[in-house]
Nanobody
Framework: QVQLVESGGGLVQAGGSRRLSCVAS????????MGWYRQAPGKQRELVAT???????NYADSVKGRFTISRDNAKNTVYLQMNNLKPEDTAVYYC??????????WGQGTQVTVSS
């Protein structure tokens, strides 16, 4: 069972920045794409950004130009740099392997709250 541990969340004012980190256990990290997801109160979990093992990235339109996903394969870690945060970015943020989300294995997530 892969373990996913997210950190870096907190309370931030609108326009501010935050950097999230996620450490994934196991040997699959180096060969699989990773993604950041978020779930706001009363809403479904949504995909925010993905990064392939080779470093190619994709972003949801709502965060494009403000968020940057990156990874350090030597540390089994994926990051999400969030700039120019908006109140609508308030959510619990999770990382996962897009190819494995069907297994229903998620970490505890990290709460990001953006105040206006």
């Amino acid at each position: 069972q892969v373990q996913l541990v997210e950190s870096g969340g907190g309370l931030v004012q609108a326009g501010g920045s935050r950097r999230l980190s996620c450490v994934a256990s196991g040997s699959l990290f180096n060969i699989l794409a990773m993604g950041w997801y978020r779930q706001a109160p009363g809403k479904q979990r949504e995909l925010v950004a993905t990064i392939t093992s080779g470093g190619s990235t994709n972003y949801a339109d709502s965060v494009k130009g403000r968020f940057t996903i990156s990874r350090d394969n030597a540390k089994n870690t994926v990051y999400l740099q969030m700039n120019n945060l908006k109140p609508e970015d308030t959510a619990v943020y999770y990382c996962n392997f897009p190819a494995m989300i069907g297994r229903g294995n998620w970490g505890q997530g990290t709460q990001v709250t953006v105040s206006s």
